[in-house]
């Protein structure tokens, strides 16, 4: 994971994360593990449904909410680790974001906007 900060203005900054396949990996690959063993559907034993089955069927949904969990965490603590104070919390950089295509992306980028304190 890379974090960088980009100064925009006197009080403004933007920041990057950009977060790559060995961050979320081994995140989703647990949260899926732990949706095999409770899920229920026909045919299958509860507990016994093939990993395939389960990834195609919550696959992007874990992936996605993994990934927003770990850029989370990741700016709070990047803000606390620099002792950034901000006035509000960051919000997300329309202009510099780019489509998210869960399908083909392996490295995704989040710009965030931070209204820095006086």
């Known amino acids: 994971m890379n974090i960088t900060q980009e100064s925009t203005g006197a009080h403004t900054a933007t920041v990057c994360i950009e977060v790559e396949k060995g961050d979320y990996a081994l995140r989703v690959e647990e949260k899926l593990r732990d949706y095999r063993k409770k899920v229920k559907m026909p045919g299958f034993r509860e507990g016994k449904v093939p990993m395939g089955m389960v990834q195609k069927m919550y696959g992007k949904a874990v992936l996605a909410d993994e990934i927003n969990n770990l ?3 990741a700016l ?7 002792d950034i104070k901000s006035i ?3 919000l997300p950089n329309r ?13 995704f980028s989040f710009y965030f906007d ?3 304190r006086p």
């Open 88 to 90: 509000a919390s960051p």
């Open 114 to 116: 931070i209204a820095l």
């Open 76 to 82: 709070h603590n990047y803000l606390d680790e620099n």
């Open 95 to 107: 202009d510099k974001q780019l489509p998210i295509d869960f399908d083909r992306d392996e490295l």
């Open 71 to 73: 850029i989370s965490e």
